[in-house]
């Protein structure tokens, strides 16, 4: 008698919207900082990523039935969207500092403002350059024919416990959302551990930024409010 095969696990295709939804978010909040905290004129950032963006809609499937073809180009462009969005929500938080130094009449209220809009500007924008790198990226993890599976970055719960999570789970866009905003609240792993020296690195920078935006920029500013 024959030995029955085991059911085949299921295998689910990884959306991208989801990602360039909060990419869009992120501009969005960009465009409503303060003039001079902007890197350039105030549209710059927002327009040449927006049309970036725009192209990497249009050459990535919607349809979670569709699978994702692997570019080497695609992701290099997608790369490059989220280090031009990084580089400049870097530069307003140094702006920010500065303003905070130099003591150059800059209203509480606005810094406060500022402070939180990068906020959550941050936890967006690592959010998706986590979900970008983890197991060399969305088309990746979608491909389930990869001759070679590659070892996760980061390592979240339901890998450990078959019990809480179905056959093949993978994580998703939330959870990598999730995985920002513990590190950016707690400037520290929480539940999900990195694995890849990449991935340490990442949220180590992560936990600075979030560092310097809360503990330093909110926090003077809370004091200029008074």
């Known amino acids: 008698m024959s030995t029955p095969r085991p059911a085949p696990v299921p295998h689910r ?12 978010l992120v501009l969005v909040l960009y465009a409503l900082l303060p003039e001079r905290l902007s890197l350039g004129p105030r549209w710059a950032v927002p327009a040449l990523c927006g049309v970036l963006l ?15 073809a692997r570019s080497a180009r695609r992701r290099r462009l997608a790369i490059a969207v989220i280090g031009l969005v990084s580089v400049a929500n870097f530069a307003a938080l140094v702006q920010l500092v500065v303003d905070l130094v130099s ?18 500007a941050t936890v967006l924008v690592f959010a998706v ?20 599976p590659v070892a996760p970055d980061f390592f979240f719960p339901q890998m450990d416990d078959g019990a809480h999570a179905p056959p093949g789970w993978m994580p998703g866009f939330v959870d990598y959302v999730y995985l920002s905003f513990t590190n950016a609240t707690a400037f520290s792993p929480t539940d999900t ?33 008074h």
Do not use: C
């Open 54 to 68: 725009a192209v990497l809609a249009y050459s990535t499937p919607w349809a979670m039935s569709t699978p994702p």
């Open 13 to 24: 295709i990884e959306p991208f919207w989801d990602a360039q939804l909060a990419i869009a």
């Open 129 to 148: 350059l986590y979900w970008e790198v983890d197991r060399g990226g969305p088309a990746l993890r979608s491909d389930a024919e990869a001759v070679t």
């Open 193 to 225: 551990m990195p694995f890849s020296h990449a991935a340490k690195l990442m949220m180590l920078l992560q936990s600075v930024t979030s560092f310097v935006t809360v503990a330093l920029v909110a926090a003077r500013a809370v004091n200029i409010l």
């Open 103 to 120: 003591a150059n009449g800059v209203s509480g209220r606005t810094l406060l403002g500022a402070a939180a809009t990068l906020w959550l």
